[in-house]
DNA sequence: ACCGCTAATGTAAGCGCTTACATAAAGCCG
DNA sequence: CGGCTTTATGTAAGCGCTTACATTAGCGGT
């Protein structure tokens, strides 16, 4: 209300050429590759542009120069404080670069992300950041066509070509699974996130029944109960596994939130962790540390992933074709909510 | 790579209406308005369009009809629970009004959240999430100017009149303060985000000497310390607190995260919480309550408030003027880290 | 069968910007 | 100082879509 600057409309490029004198243009070559134009005119166009308050209409770039400077993120939800985190330094690293970063979420269904995904793309996502390897050819098919760089994040597997920066879901649960075996734990217990829409949560499985067969045990020592993502939910899946197998003395989650769940349930039941039960997450997230007792998990670089997972998408929007396949280091950390076996 | 159709070139609007035979803006209209055209037509249109793989072009769209059906939000961070929990029920709520968010975060700096929420509108933002009140008078008058309808979200305060949804910092810290020195506290200590630039802790911590002030204790009898988000930085400034005033018998932070460093620097030194010292908390996220001992803190319903502030955006995107100001209630939860005073 | 009216479709003018190409200005050399 | 190259600026053609307006088709009534 204060300070209205002439007309209430909002000014575009010819405004600008109008009041510097000069044409559309240059005023575009001043605001683009500022050094095609003499220092003379420049000024003289940029202080227009700043008495105008004028700032270009993202459409009309879009249109014209054929590239949007935008990148797109689909993830399951940024409820999940591991993908709050990656995000926030992968946005960092955009900005960095004068890309802006449009995230949409998946709420962990497929049809969803297919749409969110193609959605992004009509929206002129320049290059696309996708969470895991699961989604239907279909829209690997369409991605190809509209020749939109993508990079999977969150995953890697040495089995898909597709560009990629991630951890070894498989092998990282795989350590920490050997390290429970030798303190002794042989009837264990499994909480997931749903396996077949979630990679991640499924390598991490495989990591364990990888390990339970390469030391001998059949299959039936690992209780595997299924459940979406949440505390209460990994409270419940706890009880579920007592109950169907009340000799266990380990169980493995997923991920952290899913342990925190499983710890609580522990408390709730009376049994004591690590003494009569052992817990273990995945993820690392600060409430591993926090949690009583402290939660051994698998640390996993986030935010690293994040920044770098946005280096390399600009990297292959700059020359197409350099996806490279980068696998990140995970590492054990041992708290208190693992023990040995009673 | 598998199955190119046809020219590996994006498909058009005249490629979709010259397949179905028909002009241009049938083929819009078949998309935008579908009833303005006669089934037939329609039905070969669509099929056109599925043929071809058809996706409007997002900056043509936007540039033809100056809306883009993109909503923007500027946020601290995403690491921030609270708001990537608020933002994700805002998203869910715009998605469903056929809205896409953009996101940018300003990392608590307001020089770089005034570039973002520039940036935004320049992409086309029909309208802007803004968290709390403090930016400088020259962004809201580039707003009204630019009469992108903008909802101040996470504070109330009475005396603004912009549009807002959020709760009352104020109050609901009030309420705490007073339920602390029923317990006879009087040496307070409190640790609060950077003041200058967030309204919401200033407003929590002015709601704590409010209360001081009507039961007739002068200022001495509270220290505050300023440090930025983090559990660490909580950590430090407890340790800072209790050098500077050792009698202290209660440190109320204003969130939840540093008042999970204070218990755990309250740990470390070997004061037992609330025994020797409470501590309380603001935002009730997850941590609060499995936090050992539980944290006492204001429940604030950051979900709620994120699907009502886009109700709210979209309603003023329909009727221009119709913003209102809508006040949360904030609770109590009253756990284990709040006890008597010595 | 003809008229008039409504509903369906077509025509074409932009939206605000970028950029190839055309043109003009400015150096540079002998 | 004319003719050359180089550099700065202008001209104008789209980019893919929406939409006001023009046109045509379809229909009921007489």
Redesign the interface.
């Known amino acids: ?5 002439s007309e ?1 409309t ?1 000014p575009t490029l010819a405004d600008v050429a109008a009041r510097a004198g000069v044409s559309t243009a240059t005023v575009s070559r001043c605001l683009n590759s500022p050094d095609q134009v003499v220092p003379d005119t420049r000024d003289r166009v940029l202080k227009a542009v700043r008495d105008l ?1 004028y ?9 014209a120069a054929k590239q ?1 400077n ?1 990148v797109g993120a689909v993830i399951p ?3 999940n ?1 591991v993908f ?2 990656g ?2 330094a992968f ?2 690293e955009l ?1 960095r670069h004068g890309k ?6 998946s ?1 962990y269904n497929q049809t969803l992300e297919d749409e969110q995904v ?2 992004l ?4 996502a320049d290059a696309l950041l996708l969470i895991g390897y699961d989604r239907s ?1 279909d829209l690997y ?2 991605l ?4 939109v760089p993508t990079l999977v994040a969150w995953s890697f597997a040495a089995d898909q070509d597709h560009p990629a920066i991630g951890f070894n879901n498989q092998r990282g649960m795989a350590e920490l699974a050997r390290l429970v075996l030798a303190r002794g734990h042989r009837q264990l217990g499994c909480i997931s996130a749903p396996t077949i829409t979630n990679d991640r949560a499924r390598g991490r499985v495989q990591g364990i029944r990888d390990v339970m067969a390469e030391s001998g045990y059949d299959r039936d020592a690992l209780l595997l109960v299924e459940t979406p993502y949440g ?1 209460e939910n990994g409270e419940a899946a706890f009880r579920q596994v007592m109950a169907a197998a009340p000799e266990t003395t380990a169980v493995m989650c997923v991920n952290d939130v899913l342990a ?1 769940g499983a710890l ?1 349930a522990a408390k709730e039941m009376g049994l004591r962790v690590p003494e009569d039960v052992s817990v273990t997450g995945f993820d690392d997230i ?2 591993a540390m ?3 007792p402290s939660l051994t998990t698998v640390h996993v670089p986030h935010r690293e992933m994040g920044r770098r997972a946005a280096s390399m998408l600009i990297q292959m929007l700059q020359t197409p074709g350099t996806g490279q396949r980068i696998e990140l280091p995970t590492d054990i950390r041992l708290r208190r909510s693992l023990g040995a076996a009673k």
Chains 1, 2 share one sequence.
Do not use: C, D, H, Y
């Open positions: 209300m204060e300070q209205v600057t209430s909002v308050g700032a270009p209409n993202f459409g009309a770039q879009a249109l949007t935008t939800t940024m409820e404080a709050a985190r995000l926030q946005q960092e900005g802006t970063l449009l995230v949409a979420s709420a193609r959605a793309v009509a929206r002129g050819p098919a369409f190809t066509k509209r020749q505390i925190i609580r600060e409430i926090l949690a009583e």
